[in-house]
């Protein structure tokens, strides 16, 4: 059994996950949802809310649904971008056989 070295391994799992266009667009959706999810409860708990207690634990809630999902919107985006752009660099190019031998 041939065993790849650690760069090998990652570079593969990279462009594996570059391929996964779907799943990258959901990732992207799922962390964008909870960035604004965070975003509104930080200004509901800023302005609607009166100062005690609740209104900061409200306000923490929100901060930690903000940071979560700009995290995994920042994963789904340099997966569908950067990864992207890896993949094709990356990738060996290998010529198309058949445009050759079907000249008219």
Do not use: C, E, W
């Not at 996950?17 to 962390?31: E, H, S, Y």
């Not at 409860?41 to 649904?65: E, N, P, Y």
């Amino acid at each position: 059994m041939r065993h790849r070295s650690l760069t090998q391994r990652l570079r593969l799992r990279l462009i594996r996950r570059a391929d996964n266009i779907k799943q990258n667009l959901a990732i992207l959706m799922v962390g964008l949802g909870l960035f604004m999810l965070g975003f509104i409860t930080l200004v509901l708990a800023q302005f609607l809310l009166a100062d005690s207690l609740q209104r900061d634990i409200i306000a923490l809630i929100g901060l930690i649904f903000l940071i979560g999902g700009a995290i995994i919107a920042a994963f789904g985006y340099i997966s569908l971008s950067i990864l992207r752009i890896f993949r094709f660099l990356l990738t060996d190019i290998q010529p198309n056989k058949n445009t050759d031998s079907h000249h008219d």
